[in-house]
């Protein structure tokens, strides 16, 4: 089961002038650099090559690359606004292992729903990952549903962060159960309630046990700390809901720390790769 190709669903751009960018053009990201992480940018930062040969010595089919419009609480103003053609640039030489997700920002509804028709149509992205917590908007807000149409049109899933904010932005927002509105609403949707909605977890686990359309991935938590409701979920009656995903958090130690869990391996294969192949429509 060590040979298992796994599917990244969640992570970051690693080109290290974006990365840079990323954590140090803010000072909500810097504040969370040098607490946190006690000063060090923990994304990895390398070449497209470099990162497809890390891929390969740990593992992994493909990766999910996103580019979340994540905005300031406090200053009104976006914290993270790359460019599609910035992310197509550093992805496009290997299109079968590194995957677009295009942002949403809902206080930009049209710019916004046009960048995702051209993410898909132009540069094959394959999904939407959105992250709203600094808006302070809900999954459920209207604002947020021209992105769900769009989605449904265009055939592609949506993906958003739940649970609580590590950077200083509202926490609420977040709340897993704001999505019931949304599935009964878009029942054609494929929703993936992102960072596995900690400390609500159980909120989004009946959610995606309730929901056909609704899923979970298990991102932004090392799998060695991962809450034991989502752990027991995945291993018995949500096998075929969680997806993994790392959030930029190391490829070779993710994957290691998720196959040393005490888990069946019909769901290491299942979450590391098969559900994603489904999802996405990539078998």
Not at 131 to 140: A, F, S
Not at 219 to 242: E, W
């Amino acid at each position: 089961m060590e040979d298992i190709k796994a599917i990244d669903v969640m992570n970051y751009p690693f080109d290290p002038e974006l990365v840079k960018i990323w954590w140090e053009g803010s000072p909500e990201m810097r504040l969370m650099k040098d607490t946190m992480f006690k000063g060090k940018i923990p994304f990895i930062m390398c070449s497209t090559d470099e990162f497809v040969a890390e891929m390969d010595k740990a593992g992994y089919d493909k990766v999910f690359v996103t580019m979340p419009r994540m905005y300031s609480y406090h200053r009104r103003e976006l914290l993270i606004n790359f460019s599609l053609e910035q992310i197509s640039d550093s992805i496009k030489k290997y299109p079968d292992r590194l995957i677009g997700m295009a942002p949403y920002n809902p206080l930009k509804i049209m710019e916004s729903v046009r960048i995702i028709e051209r993410s898909v149509k132009e540069f094959g992205f394959k999904g939407v990952y959105a992250h709203v917590l600094g808006q302070d908007i809900r999954p459920d807000d209207k604002s947020m549903y021209p992105c769900y149409a769009k989605c449904v049109e265009l055939g592609i899933p949506f993906s958003m962060q739940l649970g609580h904010s590590l950077e200083i932005l509202p926490s609420d927002p977040g709340r897993p159960i704001y999505l019931d509105k949304v599935a009964l609403d878009f029942p054609e949707l494929t929703i993936i309630g992102s960072h596995t909605g900690w400390p609500w977890c159980e909120e989004l686990i009946a959610l995606a046990w309730k929901h056909p359309n609704v899923y979970l991935d298990v991102s932004a938590h090392l799998p060695q700390y991962l809450d034991p409701s989502i752990v027991n979920f995945m291993n018995t009656r949500g096998r075929s809901k969680c997806l993994f995903g790392t959030n930029g958090l190391g490829l070779a130690r993710c994957k290691e720390q998720f196959m040393a869990l005490n888990i069946r391996e019909e769901t290491k294969k299942a979450v590391l790769r098969d559900n994603a192949l489904r999802v996405f429509n990539l078998a």
